[in-house]
């Protein structure tokens, strides 16, 4: 009980910090940028605006500025409504101040994402890891524009951690996290799922009660921020698949777009898409073929998902390859010297190219994409041997 107490007590502390820094100190962020898109559907939120009702915001928006606005003057909210409830809060704020909120909770879920992925490390390279994870260019990208992604890493952080160390609720916490954007978690998802019915064990059932309450509890809570939200949503997905730049993928950083300019010289989410359903194939089986082993390893399991999702999703940015974070993790205590020498390049390579090339460079994270894959599918594949059987 005491031990509740002073949590909440920190929470609520370090609450009014981030409030007042919000508020007093100027943070030169893009505020024009992916981050307008959720501080209008929260704003809007709490003026009895329907999260999915586009026309409504745009009204909302033209009100504030006094000059009508086109209804593409900022993209379609295209998440699950909990998104939006979580976050409502940065609705109360102007959006300079708004954007501070929001950077500032990105930094605590990125430094929560570390200390849970740490866990057992040394002290000092625990402590060593949280300045690292900053020089990380996605990082920098994500932090900046203020985007969504930090949700997702957090999510499989903690259902890393709380598999490891099996805490039920926690590991309905993290699932729930990985709902945020399907289209990233969805895979790693469906495998903290499967862990759990596979464990047949007093943990599994409880973390997987726990994990149907809360998927209850989301679909119910959905009605709050859309009257009609399951048919809203899918809306905003179709309606957001035909904006051009997604239908063209124009600024996508993923091998499957690589190869559809490769092969017709020209990119389209279509093209892509037929190409992302054959890596998809051919990396699940992959992983598949050796899953006795990995079934002896949850955290390889889960890291296996996320490898998957980022090799073969034909929709992803430079900023959603934060997600290699876990991965790295993962693999950084290796014990042996050239696969964490490798790690290590691996991790310093998108940062100098990046910041050398500008987008020209997005090509590295391509290539560290297939160097980590490869890594983590050869650790899997010794999983039997360097994991104990009674592992969980």
């Given at each position: 009980?005491?031990?509740?107490l ?10 009014v910090?981030?409030?007042v ?5 100027p943070v ?8 307008q898109v959720?501080?209008y559907t ?10 999915y ?26 998440y ?5 409830l ?13 954007a ?6 990105n930094?605590?879920?990125?430094f929560l994402?570390v ?10 390279y625990?402590?060593?890891a949280?300045?690292a ?5 996605p ?7 203020g ?20 805490q039920?609720?926690?590991t ?9 954007k ?5 895979l ?8 759990l ?7 599994g ?13 989301l679909?119910?809570?959905g ?6 939200w399951?048919?809203n949503y899918?809306g ?13 993928c ?6 499957s777009?690589w ?14 898409g ?11 089986a992959?992983?598949v ?24 999703s ?5 900023y ?9 993790a ?13 790690v290590?390049l ?8 990046l910041v050398?090339?500008?987008?020209a460079?997005n090509?590295?994270?391509?290539a560290?994409?297939i160097?980590i894959?490869?890594l ?17």
């Amino acid at each position: 009980m005491k031990r509740a107490l002073i949590l909440l007590l920190s929470f609520i502390l370090l609450a009014v910090v981030m409030v007042v820094v919000a508020l007093k100190v100027p943070v030169p962020l893009a505020i024009n940028s992916d981050f307008q898109v959720l501080y209008y559907t929260t704003h809007g939120l709490l003026r009895g605006i329907d999260v999915y009702d586009q026309a409504a915001k745009i009204q909302m928006i033209s009100e504030r500025f006094g000059t009508p606005l086109e209804i593409n003057f900022i993209p379609q909210f295209a998440y699950p409504p909990w998104f939006a409830l979580s976050t409502f809060y940065l609705g109360l704020f102007s959006i300079r101040s708004a954007a501070v909120l929001w950077f500032e909770t990105n930094l605590l879920m990125l430094f929560l994402s570390v200390w849970f992925l740490t866990d057992g490390w040394k002290p000092l390279y625990r402590l060593l890891a949280f300045p690292a994870a900053l020089i990380f260019y996605p990082v920098l990208g994500m932090l900046a524009i203020g985007q969504y992604d930090f949700p997702i890493l957090l999510g499989a952080s903690m259902l890393v951690y709380s598999i490891k160390h099996r805490q039920p609720v926690l590991t309905a916490l993290g699932l729930s996290l990985l709902t945020f954007k399907p289209h990233l978690g969805g895979l790693v998802l469906i495998a903290g799922l499967l862990h759990l019915f596979l464990r047949r064990d007093e943990f599994g059932r409880r973390a997987l009660q726990y994990t149907i309450g809360a998927g209850v509890f989301l679909f119910v809570v959905g009605f709050l921020a859309d009257s009609a939200w399951p048919l809203n949503y899918l809306g905003s997905l179709l309606n957001y698949r035909g904006l051009g730049h997604i239908t063209t993928c124009s600024e996508c950083v993923n091998i499957s777009v690589w190869l559809a300019r490769g092969l017709s010289g020209e990119s389209s989410l279509s093209q892509a898409g037929a190409i992302a359903g054959l890596l998809l194939i051919a990396s699940v089986a992959a992983f598949v073929s050796i899953r006795p082993r990995l079934w002896r390893s949850p955290t390889l399991l889960l890291a296996s998902a996320l490898m998957v999702t980022v090799f073969a999703s034909p929709y992803l940015y430079n900023y959603d390859f934060i997600l290699l974070l876990l991965t790295f993790a993962v693999l950084a205590d290796s014990k042996n010297l050239t696969e964490r020498i490798v790690v290590f390049l691996c991790y310093l390579a998108p940062t100098f190219v990046l910041v050398a090339y500008g987008r020209a460079g997005n090509i590295i994270l391509l290539a560290v994409t297939i160097v980590i894959t490869l890594l983590l599918y050869l650790r899997a594949r010794r999983a039997g041997i360097d994991v104990p059987a009674h592992a969980a």
